[in-house]
């Protein structure tokens, strides 16, 4: 119960606003180390210990221990506590219902306690955090959702339910076959019956600014993070289809679906954060930012492409009139990762930077091809961002357990591969040099755009502000800083990988297609 007090502290801190930390008062210690000096006593002497957690209170001590590391962003940490407290769960024969066996450390707990709501918590939980890391599920069968379980719920508890058994079949079709393209339809009809569950006007965009009616940021939080989980399955449900070939019009109704999702769940993502400046509010909206940002970038530079080349129309040439208010959006998303003060803004930040390049670079006519290839025994560096070759023309992107991604730019030789004429060719070698200068334009407003207030950032690095990756990398490193000055709280670790979410990203997005559009050298136009 003392352990459970503590992670409680903990988690409550977590959420604590700038604006508030002087109601604190005097302490000892910071409340980044008095958090996690609180997280990990109560590991280290209770939940660590089997025996002390085989009751129902120990159950929701590993709960909210993982919720803690949720919020943290250490989403691995979340995921092994999590799949603890089902193990233990099932063990004690949670699963089945109520056990007159189980024990309780307080007689209090057993008078309101419900093990079925408690079971679907766990398995809502594992799920979430498989979903972001591409990690097998604990269990594949619904038992929470029958229909006399669901007679009896809420309408906000039945499209909770119903997200849950989206998510795990949704896990189950990308692991036995993603080009299933009948069982993606029959989840996308779930997530349709689901949002049924709300009204129409629950569905949109909560104004947490409003001057005219003082908004509920309990209510609204709480509403707008379901809304994050319905734009965000909808995405990953769809990513696979991303990067198919546009002259398969299968995949356009998918491609539509994960864009205009991506769209949605990026308004409301900074409506939310810029209402809510605590910095561990929940890093789990920073993952969704990032994975959102990522989709509209690959979209907007395949439609690009497309648009200069001769195989074809994409799908995605309807989004054209909405780039600049996609770009406004994906730009703001990086203001807000740069003013961040932890490692994972930082990672995020770099990443973004990258696609935003490409993607204001492809808008300006340069063609990029991409390829990908399997891990090698030589790729195991674990601080490898990326490498920059062939004149800084190339990056190379390692993703670890899966391989290497390259975006390579092609102006001349894909259009010549797509039967492009020299004068075409040379028409689009003078738009290069336009290209640098609406380039650096752009930078230029970014930085202006940019209030650092952490040392560990700096200014806006000025190499960003050609169109040459090289640059990018000039400096050696992406402007992170060595994390002991004390802008995070002591005893966190921090993956390069961003817990493994982008590793899962292009796991998902290349699943199941080899790569997409292949010709014969074994790269493909984007």
Same mark, same amino acid.
Not at 250 to 271: C, G, Q, T, W
Not at 373 to 399: F, W
């Given at each position: 119960?003392?352990? /459970?007090?503590?992670? #409680?502290?903990?988690?409550?801190?977590? +959420?604590?606003? !700038?604006?508030?930390?002087?109601?604190?008062?005097?302490?000892?210690?910071?409340?980044?180390?008095?958090?996690?000096?609180?997280?990990?006593?109560? @590991?280290?002497?209770?939940?660590?210990?089997?025996?002390?957690? #085989?009751?129902?209170?120990?159950?929701?001590?590993?709960?909210?221990?993982?919720?803690?590391?949720?919020?943290? +962003?250490?989403?691995? /940490?979340?995921?092994?506590?999590?799949?603890?407290?089902?193990?233990?769960?099932?063990?004690?024969?949670?699963?089945?219902?109520?056990?007159?066996?189980?024990?309780?450390?307080?007689?209090?707990?057993?008078?309101?306690?419900?093990?079925?709501?408690?079971?679907?918590?766990?398995?809502?939980?594992?799920?979430?955090?498989?979903?972001? $890391?591409?990690?097998?599920?604990?269990?594949?069968? @619904?038992?929470?959702?029958? &229909?006399?379980?669901?007679?009896?719920?809420?309408?906000?508890?039945?499209?909770?339910?119903?997200?849950?058994?989206?998510?795990?079949?949704?896990?189950?079709?990308?692991?036995?076959? &993603?080009?299933?393209?009948?069982?993606?339809?029959?989840?996308?009809?779930?997530?349709?019956?689901?949002?049924?569950?709300?009204?129409?006007?629950?569905?949109?965009?909560?104004?947490?600014?409003?001057?005219?009616? !003082? &908004?509920?940021?309990?209510?609204?939080?709480?509403?707008?993070?379901?809304?994050?989980?319905?734009?965000?399955?909808?995405?990953? $449900?769809?990513?696979?289809?991303?990067?198919?070939?546009?002259?398969?019009?299968?995949?356009?109704?998918? /491609?539509?679906?994960?864009? @205009?999702?991506?769209?949605?769940?990026?308004?409301?993502?900074?409506?939310?954060?810029?209402?809510?400046?605590?910095?561990?509010?929940?890093?789990?909206?920073?993952?969704?930012?990032?994975?959102?940002?990522?989709?509209?970038?690959?979209?907007?530079?395949?439609?690009?492409?497309?648009?200069?080349?001769?195989?074809?129309?994409?799908?995605?040439?309807?989004?054209?009139?909405?780039?600049?208010?996609?770009?406004?959006?994906?730009?703001?998303?990086?203001?807000?990762? *740069?003013?961040?003060?932890?490692?994972?803004?930082?990672?995020?930040?770099?990443?973004?930077?990258?696609?935003?390049?490409?993607?204001?670079?492809?808008?300006?006519?340069?063609?990029?091809?991409?390829?990908?290839?399997?891990?090698?025994?030589?790729?195991?560096?674990?601080?490898?961002?990326?490498?920059?070759?062939?004149?800084? /023309?190339?990056?190379?992107?390692?993703?670890?357990?899966?391989?290497?991604? @390259?975006?390579?730019?092609?102006?001349?030789?894909?259009?010549?591969?797509?039967?492009?004429?020299?004068?075409?060719?040379?028409?689009?070698?003078?738009?290069?040099?336009?290209?640098?200068?609406?380039?650096?334009? #752009?930078?230029?407003?970014?930085?202006?755009?940019?209030?650092?207030?952490?040392?560990?950032?700096?200014?806006?690095?000025?190499?960003?502000?050609? *169109?040459?990756?090289?640059?990018?990398?000039?400096?050696?490193?992406?402007?992170?800083?060595?994390?002991? *000055?004390?802008?995070?709280?002591? +005893?966190?670790?921090?993956?390069?990988?961003?817990?493994?979410? *982008?590793?899962?990203?292009?796991?998902?997005?290349?699943?199941? #297609?080899?790569?997409?559009?292949?010709?014969?050298?074994?790269?493909?136009?984007?």
């Amino acid at each position: 119960m003392i352990a /459970k007090k503590l992670l #409680t502290l903990a988690t409550y801190l977590q +959420g604590i606003l !700038p604006s508030a930390l002087h109601q604190l008062g005097h302490l000892r210690e910071s409340y980044t180390d008095m958090m996690s000096s609180l997280a990990d006593t109560a @590991n280290r002497l209770v939940l660590s210990n089997d025996e002390l957690v #085989t009751s129902v209170e120990g159950i929701e001590c590993i709960m909210i221990e993982s919720l803690y590391h949720n919020y943290m +962003g250490n989403l691995r /940490k979340s995921w092994m506590s999590s799949r603890r407290a089902i193990t233990i769960a099932q063990i004690m024969g949670l699963h089945r219902g109520l056990n007159p066996a189980l024990k309780f450390v307080d007689k209090a707990t057993r008078l309101d306690f419900d093990p079925a709501h408690m079971f679907f918590r766990l398995i809502q939980m594992d799920r979430y955090l498989s979903t972001m $890391l591409s990690l097998p599920q604990a269990i594949s069968d @619904n038992p929470f959702a029958s &229909p006399k379980d669901m007679e009896n719920c809420s309408p906000l508890s039945r499209m909770q339910r119903l997200y849950v058994v989206a998510a795990g079949r949704m896990l189950e079709r990308n692991h036995t076959d &993603p080009n299933d393209l009948s069982e993606t339809q029959e989840i996308d009809k779930l997530l349709q019956r689901a949002a049924a569950e709300m009204p129409p006007k629950w569905w949109l965009m909560p104004n947490f600014s409003s001057t005219t009616s !003082p &908004p509920d940021p309990v209510h609204d939080t709480l509403r707008v993070n379901e809304q994050f989980t319905y734009y965000h399955l909808l995405t990953r $449900l769809h990513l696979p289809y991303i990067l198919r070939p546009c002259t398969d019009r299968r995949f356009d109704a998918s /491609k539509i679906a994960a864009v @205009n999702a991506s769209r949605e769940l990026l308004a409301r993502y900074l409506a939310f954060r810029g209402s809510n400046p605590g910095q561990y509010y929940c890093r789990g909206g920073d993952f969704l930012a990032f994975i959102s940002s990522a989709v509209l970038c690959l979209a907007h530079t395949n439609a690009h492409c497309r648009r200069s080349s001769t195989e074809g129309t994409s799908v995605f040439e309807f989004i054209a009139h909405q780039r600049l208010s996609d770009r406004g959006m994906m730009e703001s998303v990086l203001e807000i990762m *740069d003013a961040g003060h932890d490692v994972i803004s930082t990672r995020i930040s770099s990443i973004l930077k990258h696609l935003l390049l490409i993607e204001s670079n492809a808008a300006s006519g340069m063609y990029y091809k991409t390829g990908s290839s399997p891990c090698s025994e030589q790729q195991r560096e674990p601080e490898c961002l990326g490498e920059v070759s062939n004149g800084g /023309k190339t990056l190379l992107v390692y993703i670890p357990h899966f391989g290497s991604i @390259n975006f390579e730019t092609a102006e001349v030789v894909a259009a010549e591969k797509a039967g492009v004429s020299s004068e075409q060719s040379a028409f689009r070698a003078e738009q290069t040099s336009a290209c640098e200068m609406r380039q650096q334009a #752009t930078f230029h407003s970014l930085e202006a755009g940019l209030e650092r207030s952490s040392a560990m950032q700096g200014p806006l690095d000025h190499s960003m502000q050609g *169109d040459s990756l090289q640059q990018i990398y000039a400096t050696g490193e992406s402007g992170i800083s060595d994390p002991s *000055d004390g802008s995070m709280p002591t +005893g966190e670790s921090y993956d390069w990988d961003l817990q493994g979410v *982008d590793m899962a990203f292009f796991e998902s997005l290349f699943r199941g #297609t080899g790569m997409p559009d292949m010709i014969e050298d074994g790269t493909s136009w984007m």
